[in-house]
T-cell receptor, first 115, second 110 residues
Framework: GAGVSQSPRYKVAKRGQDVALRCDPI?????LFWYQQALGQGPEFLTY????????KSGLPSDRFFAERPEGSVSTLKIQRTQQEDSAVYLC?????????????FGQGTRLTVV | GQQVMQIPQYQHVQEGEDFTTYCNSS?????IQWYKQRPGGHPVFLIQ?????EVKKQKRLTFQFGEAKKNSSLHITATQTTDVGTYFC??????????FGTGTRLKVLA
């Protein structure tokens, strides 16, 4: 596709519900990132994939958060037993190469509201 | 851990005035990137600086990387309403990921 696509754009979940957020990166991009952005804050790193390998998951806030990219393209971020503090915009970004010296292309994000 | 701070947090300017945001890293950076996020939008890449003391211009925007490669600035000359948004700097942490700064939210009053 022309850009990074995320779905759904908006998600309202009841506390305790599981959610799955999808990211479709730019075709051929090796690197894929998930970030969490709280209102009025900068994006906070969650996890990084290089192709299908999850090389860094140090930013995942708890074991309720799980991400996968099984075929090295589409990625899913899953949050189990959602809590109110999980409410945020979840941004996906992709990059052509594996090194931290090229620009990242962000998707529109998924705004998650936990009620 | 590595931190990237920006000042000011907010800036309101009259249209036509200049604007500057400053970015400071707790560690030396191999490069620094700048992103703009419009209200309700997503971060969009503006530029990357690599060399110590580097200065780059994009029309009314001037980006500078400090000599010690620990700070950077973005200066906008004669702001326009289209400049509204939050400006983030981002520095690499390790081989792969970027740490984003706290951001400066710019409002331009017509």
């Amino acid at each position: 596709g022309a850009g990074v696509s995320q779905s759904p754009r908006y998600k309202v979940a009841k506390r305790g519900q599981d959610v799955a957020l999808r990211c479709d990166p730019i075709s051929g991009h090796v690197s894929l990132f998930w970030y969490q952005q709280a209102l009025g804050q900068g994006p906070e790193f969650l996890t990084y994939f290089q192709n299908e390998a999850q090389l860094d998951k140090s930013g995942l806030p708890s074991d309720r958060f799980f991400a996968e990219r099984p075929e090295g393209s589409v990625s899913t971020l899953k949050i189990q037993r959602t809590q109110q503090e999980d409410s945020a915009v979840y941004l996906c970004a992709s990059r052509t190469g594996g090194l931290s010296n090229t620009e990242a292309f962000f998707g529109q994000g998924t705004r998650l509201t936990v009620v | 851990g590595q931190q990237v701070m920006q000042i000011p947090q907010y800036q309101h300017v009259q249209e036509g005035e200049d604007f500057t945001t400053y970015c400071n890293s707790s560690t030396t950076l191999s490069n620094i990137q700048w992103y703009k996020q419009r209200p309700g939008g997503h971060p969009v890449f503006l530029i990357q600086l690599v060399k110590s003391g580097e200065v780059k211009k994009q029309k009314r925007l001037t980006f500078q990387f400090g000599e010690a490669k620990k700070n950077s600035s973005l200066h906008i000359t004669a702001t326009q309403t289209t400049d509204v948004g939050t400006y983030f700097c981002a520095g690499p942490s390790g081989t792969y990921k970027y740490i984003f700064g706290t951001g400066t939210r710019l409002k331009v009053l017509a």
